[in-house]
């Protein structure tokens, strides 16, 4: 399977350039030329339009100026200025295990896979084994906007949209520019460096993009907790992506995308590696005439490595050398022409995980193999929807359904001793099952940019392989899957208001409350050991609320959630606790000044609230506030100088306390360099 995928990849590629090659010399052709029919046809690179009752849901749209000017360069702190956004831990994807990379919206998190579903062009981005989200591989600089919705239930985006929807979307050409790039470095010897060429792709156009990044990285241990064998968290990842939109008759386009990613990391000790690789192929077929419809498959090769060190003997203990996985799935929508007053979709999804694990336990006194482990399984969803939109003048409203039929199969767990006889070996009974969905809306325009809103919904999440038969450590607490965990279950309602009366002002306020049954959560047995269990519920309830303001080249955008959630079972010690690494508040704002044509200065403070470490409360991540600094100077041409700060006022961002044992997220970091083009 890796090596026909990898094939493929090759031939997607292959084909762009191919396609691109004699593109190039069609540009040296006169103008007059191109037949009337031919200039009417326009590439887009998107999807279908977003449809009218879309509003219904809480949505924050995350601009292209937004993305590419953050004081960090990555995306998750882009999505962080939408408050609710959180990943299981505070640390970004340069001083964090890949595997605690889950995205969630609304306060629903507790362990470290995503609720919520990531969108890249439409494909799922999550890692098939883990559930984690590469956000190495998403570079800022290559997108267009995000859409984030909260809350919303699975409807047409697939299962998995538990706590939300995070669409990212590409940019295309015109936006790139045909020559693009930025090489920065910052006060540690750190670089970061990006680049990409475009330009017209067979009536179309096509991207080549990629991105490097490396850093010694910074001491994560408090000066106080330092040994010998502590070590920087030091990262190295890279990224290459190869993108084509080409039209096909007069009212379909073609999409294809390539990505290939590697990226390696360091925590807390020398020889704590982890890495992650990535290979994702996709074609994407979208029609706009009067039967609309948007065809996508895709296949993803992954694969995780990580070394656990003792901290106490500063060995290793325990080697993941190996976890294989594949995703491999698409989708179909349609959109029947049924008036002018209806905007009805029809389609279906399907997604297969499959992968396993190969670790070796080994002895932190003798060095000796204890174990050789191997697990794995395979996870299906095949997914049917239907959704309609009905407009009644200044009155929208909004009705859909979604039937799942899911297997969870062909789980195993065995333990090897050295020799390779069979210390344990368990295969567990395939299942399966039909899951329905459902949500609703309306949407009522005012008058005067006040909108009106009100929504209820219901969503699906099957538990991930890891939660399943992955065993995992942080030392000295071990956490153990199990086979046995049931579906989550979304259950939720909200109302808001917005209000933007013209290009200056906009204002978001909503209200919710989210119910997650059977919540997967790492539940405490004993002081070192942690199971996954579904457990009752998980129950958030609370405010989000934006504004954004423009005077003149002056603006203010500012975004606060307030969430009250209680992890819920009968009779358990956690019983009416927060979920663990749950924040009540979050918040973030931002005052930019434009200046010329591309000059920006733009201060942003963001602020997380206390946390608790596990489902006990017993280990406290104290409240933190940030400050970030953006700022582009035009220098000559398409070029500019870019200075950058991250947590200026160097805060202690504790993103680990498991009884004292902490660790720390970025500490001041200041970059400066040159970016070219848009």
Request: glycine fraction near 12%.
């Given at each position: 399977?890796?090596?026909?995928?990898?094939?493929?990849?090759?031939?997607?590629?292959?084909?762009?350039?191919?396609?691109?090659?004699p593109?190039?010399?069609?540009?040296?052709?006169?103008?007059?030329?191109?037949?009337?029919?031919?200039?009417?046809?326009?590439?887009?690179?998107?999807?279908?339009?977003?449809?009218?009752?879309?509003?219904?849901?809480?949505?924050?749209?995350?601009?292209?100026?937004?993305?590419?000017?953050?004081?960090?360069?990555?995306?998750?702190?882009?999505?962080?200025?939408?408050?609710?956004?959180?990943?299981?831990?505070?640390?970004?994807?340069?001083?964090?295990?890949?595997?605690?990379?889950?995205?969630?919206?609304?306060?629903?998190?507790?362990?470290?896979?995503?609720?919520?579903?990531?969108l890249?062009?439409?494909?799922?981005?999550?890692?098939?084994?883990?559930?984690?989200?590469?956000?190495?591989?998403?570079?800022?600089?290559?997108?267009?906007?995000?859409?984030?919705?909260?809350?919303?239930?699975?409807?047409?985006?697939?299962?998995?949209?538990?706590?939300?929807?995070?669409?990212?979307?590409?940019?295309?050409?015109?936006?790139?520019?045909?020559?693009?790039?930025?090489?920065?470095?910052?006060?540690?010897?750190?670089?970061?460096?990006?680049?990409?060429?475009?330009?017209?792709?067979?009536?179309?156009?096509?991207?080549?993009?990629?991105?490097?990044?490396?850093?010694?990285?910074?001491?994560?241990?408090?000066?106080?907790?330092?040994?010998?064998?502590?070590?920087?968290?030091?990262?190295?990842?890279?990224?290459?992506?190869?993108?084509?939109?080409?039209?096909v008759?007069?009212?379909?386009?073609?999409?294809?995308?390539?990505?290939?990613?590697?990226?390696?990391?360091?925590?807390?000790?020398?020889?704590?590696?982890?890495?992650?690789?990535?290979?994702?192929?996709?074609?994407?077929?979208?029609?706009?005439?009067?039967?609309?419809?948007?065809?996508?498959?895709y296949?993803?090769?992954?694969?995780?490595?990580?070394?656990?060190?003792?901290?106490?003997?500063?060995?290793?203990?325990?080697?993941?050398?190996?976890?294989?996985?594949t995703?491999?799935?698409?989708?179909?929508?349609?959109?029947?022409?049924?008036?002018?007053?209806?905007?009805?979709?029809?389609?279906?999804?399907?997604?297969?995980?499959?992968?396993e694990?190969?670790?070796?336990?080994?002895?932190?006194?003798?060095?000796?193999?204890?174990?050789?482990?191997?697990?794995?399984?395979?996870n299906?969803?095949?997914?049917?929807?239907?959704?309609?939109?009905?407009?009644?003048?200044?009155?929208?409203?909004?009705?859909?359904?979604?039937?799942?039929?899911?297997?969870?199969?062909d789980?195993?767990?065995?333990?090897?001793?050295?020799?390779?006889?069979?210390?344990?070996?368990?295969?567990?009974?395939?299942?399966?099952?039909?899951?329905?969905?459902?949500?609703?809306?309306?949407?009522?325009?005012?008058?005067?940019?006040?909108?009106?809103?009100?929504?209820?919904?219901?969503?699906?999440?099957?538990?991930?392989?890891?939660?399943?038969?992955?065993?995992?450590?942080?030392?000295?607490?071990?956490?153990?899957?199990?086979?046995?965990?049931?579906?989550?279950?979304?259950?939720?309602?909200?109302?808001g208001?917005?209000?933007?009366?013209?290009?200056?002002f906009?204002?978001?306020?909503?209200?919710?409350?989210?119910r997650?049954?059977?919540?997967?959560?790492?539940?405490?047995?004993?002081?070192?050991?942690?199971?996954?269990?579904?457990?009752?519920?998980?129950e958030?309830?609370?405010?989000?609320?934006?504004?954004?303001?423009?005077?003149?080249?002056?603006?203010?955008?500012?975004?606060?959630?307030?969430?009250?959630?209680?992890?819920?079972?009968?009779?358990a010690?956690?019983?009416?606790?927060?979920?663990?690494?749950?924040?009540?508040?979050?918040?973030?704002?931002?005052?930019?000044?434009?200046?010329?044509?591309?000059?920006?200065?733009?201060?942003?403070?963001?602020?997380?609230?206390?946390?608790?470490?596990?489902?006990?409360?017993?280990?406290?991540?104290?409240?933190?506030?940030?400050?970030?600094?953006?700022?582009?100077?035009?220098?000559?041409?398409?070029?500019?100088?870019v200075?950058?700060?991250?947590?200026?006022?160097?805060?202690?961002?504790?993103?680990?306390?498991?009884?004292?044992?902490?660790?720390?997220?970025?500490?001041?970091?200041?970059?400066?360099?040159?970016?070219?083009?848009?």
């Open positions: 399977m890796r090596q026909t995928f990898r094939s493929s990849l090759f031939l997607t590629v292959a084909g762009l350039s191919a396609i691109w090659a593109t190039a010399l069609a540009q040296e052709t006169d103008a007059d030329t191109v037949t009337e029919e031919e200039a009417l046809i326009v590439v887009t690179g998107e999807g279908l339009d977003q449809t009218p009752a879309s509003p219904a849901y809480d949505t924050q749209l995350i601009e292209r100026e937004q993305l590419v000017a953050t004081s960090s360069g990555r995306i998750e702190d882009a999505l962080a200025s939408v408050a609710g956004f959180q990943q299981f831990r505070r640390s970004d994807s340069r001083s964090s295990n890949p595997s605690a990379q889950g995205a969630t919206l609304r306060s629903l998190g507790g362990n470290a896979t995503s609720r919520a579903l990531v890249l062009d439409g494909v799922p981005m999550a890692d098939p084994f883990f559930g984690f989200i590469p956000f190495t591989a998403i570079a800022p600089e290559r997108l267009a906007q995000v859409r984030v919705t909260r809350g919303g239930g699975s409807g047409p985006f697939g299962a998995g949209a538990l706590a939300g929807t995070i669409e990212l979307d590409s940019a295309d050409a015109t936006t790139l520019g045909s020559f693009g790039g930025h090489v920065y470095v910052n006060d540690r010897g750190g670089t970061e460096s990006a680049a990409h060429v475009a330009g017209d792709l067979a009536g179309g156009f096509g991207v080549i993009s990629g991105r490097w990044d490396r850093d010694k990285g910074f001491f994560t241990t408090p000066p106080a907790d330092r040994v010998d064998a502590s070590a920087r968290a030091a990262y190295d990842s890279w990224s290459v992506q190869a993108r084509g939109v080409t039209p008759g007069d009212t379909m386009e073609l999409q294809a995308r390539g990505l290939i990613y590697d990226d390696r990391r360091t925590l807390r000790f020398d020889g704590a590696d982890s890495s992650s690789t990535g290979q994702d192929a996709s074609l994407r077929l979208v029609g706009r005439g009067d039967w609309q419809f948007d065809a996508l498959a296949v993803q090769a992954r694969n995780f490595t990580n070394t656990v060190i003792s901290s106490t003997r500063f060995v290793p203990v325990l080697d993941q050398r190996n976890t294989p996985s995703g491999l799935g698409g989708k179909f929508e349609i959109r029947p022409p049924v008036g002018d007053s209806n905007v009805l979709r029809l389609g279906m999804d399907y997604r297969r995980s499959d992968g694990l190969f670790e070796t336990a080994i002895s932190a006194f003798s060095g000796a193999v204890r174990e050789r482990r191997n697990a794995g399984g395979t299906t969803d095949l997914g049917f929807f239907f959704e309609n939109d009905l407009l009644l003048g200044p009155l929208t409203l909004t009705a859909g359904a979604r039937l799942d039929r899911y297997t969870i199969r789980g195993f767990y065995v333990a090897r001793s050295d020799d390779g006889a069979v210390l344990l070996e368990q295969r567990f009974a395939d299942r399966s099952g039909w899951e329905e969905s459902f949500r609703g809306g309306a949407v009522f325009d005012v008058g005067g940019g006040l909108r009106l809103r009100a929504a209820a919904y219901t969503g699906l999440r099957l538990p991930t392989l890891n939660e399943l038969y992955r065993p995992f450590v942080v030392f000295p607490v071990t956490t153990n899957a199990n086979a046995a965990l049931e579906n989550e279950r979304l259950e939720g309602f909200e109302a208001i917005d209000f933007a009366p013209g290009d200056t906009d204002f978001s306020l909503t209200a919710f409350q989210n997650v049954k059977g919540a997967i959560a790492n539940v405490t047995l004993d002081p070192v050991t942690r199971q996954r269990r579904n457990i009752d519920a998980i958030a309830r609370g405010i989000e609320a934006s504004l954004g303001l423009g005077l003149g080249d002056l603006r203010f955008d500012g975004s606060l959630a307030y969430t009250d959630a209680e992890a819920q079972q009968a009779d010690a956690f019983d009416g606790n927060r979920p663990s690494q749950t924040p009540a508040w979050v918040g973030g704002a931002t005052v930019s000044y434009r200046f010329g044509e591309s000059g920006l200065v733009a201060a942003n403070l963001r602020h997380v609230g206390r946390q608790f470490e596990d489902d006990l409360e017993s280990d406290v991540l104290p409240a933190v506030t940030t400050f970030g600094l953006f700022a582009q100077v035009p220098v000559t041409g398409d070029a500019s100088l200075l950058r700060g991250e947590n200026l006022t160097d805060e202690d961002i504790v993103t680990r306390n498991q009884g004292g044992s902490i660790d720390y997220g970025t500490p001041r970091t200041v970059w400066i360099g040159i970016r070219i083009g848009g």
